[in-house]
């Protein structure tokens, strides 16, 4: 009776062992011919914006590299989270990505009360893309020519002056909360549904200051009918280098980047991520995605998916502090 128990035993432990070589084997197999079919690069916010054409860019050269197609799916709504939450819950098998952005990633979580994921635990960073240098702008109808002007005319009028955002939680809307309090000033947020909107009224002069993308901004600074205060990030633009920083201005350390990065859902295989990372890291490096982004006023990146998580960790941080300090205000 013992004899056949053992053997039972034995039996069963080969079949366990054979179950997880075979699986073993498989998923190796699977991680090393990835992709084998199309890859989906899902974007949350409407087409052609900044996000959206370097996901095109990025889309387009991950093709040609791989020899698969990478669609790209513009899944807008509810401050980008709808489209987040789609690749938080993706099978985790390295054919539905997400163009992560400072809002999702990094900002929502402080801002949403009913978050339907997490942005630090529902997806594993691949590559930090891009990033863009915000401009604080006025109409050239607002009686300011520089950041210490501004400044001192939102002090002599607490609560009249306002700023406009494309929308609530976006890089527009903290830039502006971020020099709010750095400066100490009582200006009013007037969000709007795009940036579009937010600079018709800006150029009209029914808002005050709009810190919008550098991209969307160069055009009406080169017309003449915005004026440029200052560049958010910390050293001048290339493309535009008689405009101050806002640390130069004497809002002394300021940063402020819109930055997006290719993420995946949690648990998908390592030797994928790093398929991924590898590959777009040499474009990125490329002279043609250099001379399409820097033509848009973005700047590339890279690195390790290490470094991208720290990165995001790094961002939530600094965010969820400012959103909690000043209060500001969630749905």
Same mark, same amino acid.
Request: aromatic letters at 6%.
């Given at each position: 009776?013992?004899?056949?128990?053992?053997?039972k035993?034995? *039996?069963?432990?080969?079949?366990?062992?054979?179950?997880?070589?075979?699986? *073993?084997?498989?998923?190796?197999?699977?991680?090393?011919?990835?992709?084998?079919?199309?890859?989906?690069?899902?974007?949350?916010?409407?087409?052609?914006?900044?996000?959206?054409?370097?996901?095109?860019?990025?889309?387009?050269?991950?093709?040609?590299?791989?020899?698969?197609?990478?669609?790209?799916?513009?899944?807008?709504?509810?401050?980008?989270?709808?489209?987040a939450?789609?690749?938080?819950?993706?099978?985790?098998?390295?054919?539905?990505?997400?163009?992560?952005?400072?809002?999702?990633?990094?900002?929502?979580?402080?801002?949403?009360?009913?978050?339907?994921?997490d942005?630090?635990?529902?997806?594993?960073?691949?590559?930090?893309t891009?990033?863009? *240098?915000?401009?604080?702008?006025?109409?050239?109808?607002?009686?300011v020519?520089?950041?210490?002007?501004?400044?001192a005319?939102?002090?002599?009028?607490?609560?009249?002056?306002?700023?406009?955002?494309?929308?609530?939680?976006?890089?527009?809307?903290?830039?502006?909360?971020?020099?709010?309090?750095?400066?100490?000033i009582?200006?009013?947020?007037?969000?709007?549904?795009?940036?579009?909107?937010a600079?018709?009224?800006?150029?009209?002069?029914?808002?005050?200051?709009?810190?919008?993308?550098?991209?969307?901004?160069?055009?009406?600074?080169?017309?003449?009918?915005?004026?440029?205060?200052?560049?958010?990030?910390?050293?001048?633009?290339?493309?535009?280098?008689?405009?101050?920083?806002?640390?130069?201005?004497?809002?002394?350390?300021?940063?402020?980047?819109?930055?997006?990065?290719?993420v995946?859902?949690?648990?998908?295989?390592?030797?994928?991520?790093?398929?991924?990372?590898?590959?777009?890291?040499?474009?990125?490096?490329?002279?043609?995605?250099?001379?399409?982004?820097?033509?848009?006023?973005?700047?590339?990146?890279?690195?390790?998916?290490?470094?991208?998580?720290?990165?995001?960790?790094?961002?939530?941080?600094?965010?969820?502090k400012?959103?909690?300090?000043?209060?500001?205000?969630?749905?």
């Open positions: 009776m013992n004899h056949f128990a053992n053997l035993t034995l *039996t069963n432990v080969i079949a366990t062992l054979l179950t997880f070589v075979c699986t *073993t084997v498989t998923a190796q197999a699977q991680d090393e011919s990835y992709p084998n079919k199309s890859v989906r690069i899902i974007v949350p916010f409407a087409a052609g914006g900044s996000t959206d054409i370097v996901a095109r860019i990025l889309a387009d050269k991950l093709g040609a590299e791989f020899k698969q197609t990478f669609v790209v799916d513009n899944r807008s709504g509810a401050a980008g989270n709808i489209g939450d789609a690749v938080a819950k993706a099978p985790a098998d390295g054919y539905t990505l997400l163009v992560g952005t400072t809002g999702t990633l990094a900002i929502n979580r402080y801002l949403y009360k009913d978050m339907t994921y942005g630090l635990k529902d997806f594993a960073p691949v590559s930090y891009s990033s863009i *240098t915000n401009i604080l702008v006025v109409s050239s109808k607002i009686p020519r520089t950041v210490a002007e501004l400044i005319l939102a002090k002599s009028k607490p609560g009249e002056l306002n700023f406009a955002s494309s929308g609530a939680g976006s890089s527009t809307h903290m830039s502006s909360e971020l020099f709010k309090a750095m400066a100490g009582d200006i009013v947020h007037v969000p709007y549904r795009g940036s579009a909107q600079m018709n009224d800006v150029l009209s002069g029914q808002v005050t200051m709009l810190i919008d993308n550098a991209p969307s901004s160069v055009g009406f600074i080169q017309q003449g009918t915005l004026r440029p205060l200052a560049v958010t990030s910390i050293k001048r633009l290339p493309t535009l280098p008689e405009i101050p920083t806002m640390d130069e201005s004497g809002l002394k350390g300021y940063e402020s980047l819109s930055w997006s990065g290719i995946a859902p949690a648990a998908t295989p390592q030797p994928i991520i790093a398929k991924l990372n590898q590959a777009i890291n040499r474009l990125l490096e490329t002279e043609d995605v250099k001379q399409r982004f820097a033509g848009m006023g973005v700047e590339p990146v890279g690195g390790t998916p290490e470094i991208f998580t720290r990165h995001i960790q790094s961002e939530s941080d600094k965010w969820g400012l959103i909690k300090s000043a209060n500001i205000a969630t749905n």
